[in-house]
């Protein structure tokens, strides 16, 4: 039997989430920035906020390795670089840096965050909605701890990327047998797929963040909002002198 409830609260949650963070944006981006991995999703910016569009690949270059969005408009690429490191943008050169289901495939947060705040300037912020595990495919999995993150930042991200994709192949997409489980993992690791490297819930997320706030050598930022969005959080952190 149809349960009519349950379709409507399906179709109704996407809105509600876009909602959620159209509210969010309204209240923190100003001036100009960088959206990173908008593809088929750009933000829309308040009037008078403008973005420039960073991605790993071109559009067309997307397009190839994203097959199933061939017919979607997809954004036109205006920077190609990785997320992780921008690379080719200034230090204090922005007044946002945006960006959406981005941070769960970084393999390193910690120099992420480094990376993002970095380019940001004074009194300018870095918007994240990043998926809350316990409403998704990842919710049979660990939670990344703080140590986790220290260590792959530390030591470099080699050291998690096998125990990483065989963890979502069990317990994301649980395929089932060793041997498939093998092969899977092969293909993944075969086509460096961008899997969700971590996951957290509201639990582990803003302790990390709070720790970083202390860190030695980080850069000063605060809180600004922090608040759960349907199946996700949405983080706005503005960076400090």
């Known amino acids: 039997m149809l349960d009519l ?19 969010v944006i309204d209240r ?35 397009r190839a390795i994203h097959p199933w969005k061939a017919r979607r ?15 080719t943008v200034a230090d204090r050169s922005q007044d946002f840096v945006a960006a959406n289901h981005f941070f769960e495939h970084c393999e390193d947060p910690i120099g992420t965050l480094r990376n993002l705040l970095r380019v940001v300037r004074p009194g300018g ?7 809350d595990q316990r409403h998704m495919f990842d919710c049979d999995r660990p939670a990344t701890t703080l140590e ?25 997409i649980k395929v089932q ?13 075969r086509e460096n797929f961008r899997i969700h490297f971590h996951c ?19 850069p000063r930022f605060d809180i600004a909002e922090f608040v759960a969005n349907e199946r996700e959080m949405i983080v706005v952190l503005k960076r400090l002198a």
């Open 5 to 23: 409830r349950r379709l409507v609260k399906k179709l109704v949650t996407p809105l509600r989430q876009y909602l959620g963070r159209l509210t």
């Open 28 to 62: 923190h981006l100003r001036g100009r920035g960088r959206e990173i991995g908008a593809l088929q999703d750009p933000m829309p910016l308040p009037k008078g906020a403008s973005a420039r569009y960073v991605d790993i690949a071109t559009t067309d270059e997307l």
């Open 73 to 87: 408009h997809l954004v036109h690429v205006d920077v190609v670089d990785d997320g992780e490191r921008l690379a």
């Open 125 to 131: 912020v870095v918007y994240l909605s990043v998926p």
């Open 148 to 172: 986790h993150l220290v260590r792959d930042h530390e030591q470099g991200p080699a050291v998690s990327r096998a125990r990483h994709y065989d963890e979502v192949v069990r317990l994301g």
């Open 177 to 189: 047998g060793e041997t498939a489980i093998a092969a899977k993992v092969a293909e993944l690791e």
């Open 200 to 218: 957290w819930s509201q639990t582990e997320f803003l302790p990390f963040l709070c720790a970083l706030q202390t860190r030695a050598g980080f």
